[in-house]
């Protein structure tokens, strides 16, 4: 009996803990896909974005995109319908599929690592993929403009209450965080919504600024 009180405050000592056990999203290398200097088209036009993707976050980007080429002097047609009745001067087609990745190292830090409470202060380590290729072409003829691939793969950290309840582990001999940290090698569906609303801005940006570079190298906007 005595044993049983004395372990009912540790279980709750170790609950609490669990409750404040999280780490806030962090995209370790999101500063190097901030524009700091964009500069705006050469002269005004329309752009049509075609975007070629088939999933939201896909979609989410693209937009991102159009709504930072809109502030640089464009118009922007989006979804652009190449047979549509608005002719752009400038058409992007942006290919892209978003990839999320999980991580091996995810096993070590959720076992042992809720021995030293490892998922709260480091968070588990995920991969995301939204590098895109894009085609430039003419509004008027579709000739081809330029043509290149963005690479952009973002190293991200986080742990949350869905995942970090695994330390209760405390409570036992570790098996739950053993099996807990197998399983969270995968990626973390829940980690897209919120990574989405950090990033899509600065990635939307990033490639906003090099489709302005190549259309304003080309000439075309000011080839009589």
Known sequence: MHARLLRVPALIVVLTALVGCSHRLDVKNLRAYRSMDMSPLAKRCTVGLIAA?????????????????????????LPYLPNGERKADVVAK?????????????????????????????????????????????????TKIDSWRIPIELNIRQAAINRT???????????????????????????????MEKVERTLGEHIAHQIIARVNSSGVLTAK
């Open 165 to 195: 309840w695994t330390e209760i582990g405390w409570l036992e001999w570790g098996v739950i965080p053993l099996v807990g940290g197998i399983c969270f090698i995968q990626y973390d569906e829940s980690v897209t919504v919120p990574l």
């Open 53 to 77: 993707t088939d999933d939201m976050e896909g979609r989410r980007l693209v937009k991102s995109v159009g709504t930072a080429l809109a502030t640089e002097s464009a118009i922007v047609l």
């Open 94 to 142: 942006i290919s892209l599929q978003p990839e999320f990745k999980g991580s091996g190292w995810n096993f070590l830090i959720n076992w042992p690592g809720f021995l030293i409470w490892a998922p709260a202060w480091h968070g588990y380590v995920y991969k995301a993929d939204f590098s895109a290729d894009v085609l430039l072409t003419k509004g008027a003829d579709s």
